[in-house]
Structure formats: structure tokens, C-alpha cells
């Protein structure tokens, strides 16, 4: 059996505080190295907040990977960890903009990225819509990444799954409300075949967007293994067998912040 440790920073970002959010995603990082990750996966826009354009704009989006990502590498790579870290990026030859995760390697290197297929309008307006669907090799497990959005239907899914990926992983800030979530996990992994690992966030925005009940889970065959939600900041951790796709957890393991 190849066990593979998972956590999820369930993190609670403050808009447009991006110090802050980098130190509290920084702070996290070491939490679940402590707790004996071996992946990390971050909510989408955890760095800037979902809303960040109203209060901060968006020239402090730079080419990746700027000061701070290299420093991040270099702390994943001190800590042997596996990283799929969300943080926007600017393409240098266009100006365009994209809402990307990163994957970082235990070397602390960038060995591959996914920008946003789905992007939406409105707060989403700032970014371009990704094109490449393509699964990334961590550690010998090709891992197709849908970021929110790309898995409210199943057409990011399958070319992911065509393309050889064993596994979803889905960094979201997708709250309960008019919009939540109504079984599109779950409808990936019976579409598919393949297990779906979703990172969701906590926290309030400016009123209108509360995550306090937004849920992180992992699904396999149609089915919810894990899931959970929190008032603040916690680390989500499971245990998972890569040889079987299986949980071998019955309930996360939390450690707040």
C-alpha cells in the first residue's frame, strides 16, 4: 500500500490583505508539515481574497514566480512537501492575467501550473480564461487539477481524464447560498471514475460572501468520504491509499489556527 498524506489549508483569507494572507498561508504550510503532510493543497484566491479587485486592484500581480513564490518554494522544499498553491499570475508577453495553481515539488520546484478553464465575470472580470487541460505527474500520480468553477461540468473533467489523470484535485472558494454547490463533486467522480480531492475556505468577505459554512471534501463514486467546515482558519489532514484510491481516514484530522 502507498499512503499518502493530505492536507487541506482551510484557510480563512482577509481581502486584499496579501502580506497577511501570504504569512497566514506560510504559517499553515509549517502546521501541515508538522502534522506529517506529504501534499498541501491551498483554496482558490487564498493570497488576495475572492474580492480583492474592488479593494486593491490587480498591479501587484506580477509574472511568476515573483519574490515571494520563490521563497515559498524554497520553505515547501525545506519541509519535503508537495504544494498546489493558488496565487494569481501575469503572462509577461501580454499583460493577461490568470487565476493559476501552482504545483511545487519537494525539490521546490514549479513542475507544473493550471490556469482557470472557467473563468467567471464580475469579481472574476480580472482574469483571462485558461486553455490547457493537462494532468501533472506528483511523485508518479498524474493529478488533474480543477480549479472551482472548471468542475460545475464535466468538460475540463473528461480531458483531464483522457489525458491520463488518476485523481481530481480542486482548490474552490465556492460558499453555500444561491450558488453552492449541488453535487457537481460527486457528479465528477461518477462521470469519471476518479476521485475528487476539493479544498474549499472559511471566512467572511465585505458581507457578501460567507464561507463560514464551506465545505471542503473528498468524493469517490458518486459518494461524500470526508467533509468539513469551520468558523476560522484550520488544517484539514487525511490519510489516503494511492494504490487502492481510497480513504484510509474516516473523519479529518483538524488543527486550527
Known amino acids: 500500500m502507498k499512503k499518502l498524506r493530505v492536507s487541506f489549508l482551510h484557510l480563512a483569507p482577509v481581502t486584499g490583505d496579501i502580506a497577511g494572507n501570504r504569512a497566514l ?37 506580477l509574472p511568476q514566480p515573483d519574490p515571494w513564490t520563490q521563497g515559498y518554494c524554497q520553505l515547501v522544499s525545506e ?3 508537495t504544494a498546489f498553491l493558488s496565487h494569481p499570475e501575469r503572462e509577461p508577453a501580454t499583460g493577461q492575467m490568470f487565476n493559476t495553481v501552482f504545483v511545487i515539488n519537494s525539490a521546490g520546484e514549479i513542475i507544473g501550473k493550471h ?7 464580475g469579481a472574476e472580470g480580472w482574469s483571462t480564461a485558461g486553455w490547457q487541460i493537462d494532468p501533472i505527474n506528483c511523485g508518479g500520480v498524474n493529478v488533474g487539477i480543477l480549479i472551482c468553477a ?26 453555500p447560498g ?14 469519471n471514475g476518479l476521485p475528487i480531492m476539493v479544498c474549499n475556505r472559511s471566512g467572511v468577505e465585505e458581507d457578501e460572501l460567507d464561507y ?45 489556527l
Not at 233 to 241: C, N, Q, R
Not at 247 to 256: I, K, Q
Open 25 to 61: 498561508v506560510e504559517r499553515a504550510t509549517r502546521a501541515a508539515a508538522a502534522a506529517g503532510a506529504d501534499w498541501i493543497v491551498t483554496p482558490e484566491l487564498c493570497i488576495p481574497g475572492y474580492l480583492f479587485l474592488r479593494e486593491i486592484g490587480a498591479d501587484w500581480i
Open 79 to 81: 519541509l519535503g512537501l
Open 115 to 121: 490556469r482557470k478553464i472557467k473563468a467567471l465575470r
Open 150 to 175: 472548471d468542475a460545475y461540468k464535466n468538460e475540463v473533467a473528461q480531458v483531464l481524464k483522457d489525458k491520463g489523470a488518476e485523481l481530481y484535485v480542486s482548490p474552490v472558494s465556492w460558499g
Open 178 to 191: 444561491q450558488c453552492a454547490p449541488d453535487g457537481e463533486w460527486e457528479q465528477r467522480t461518477v462521470d
Open 212 to 256: 463560514r459554512r464551506a465545505e471542503s471534501v473528498v468524493a469517490k463514486d458518486g459518494q461524500r468520504l470526508l467533509e468539513a467546515t469551520s468558523d476560522g482558519s484550520v488544517i484539514l489532514t487525511f490519510d489516503w491509499d494511492l494504490d487502492a484510491m481510497a480513504a484510509l481516514s474516516g473523519d479529518f484530522e483538524r488543527v486550527y
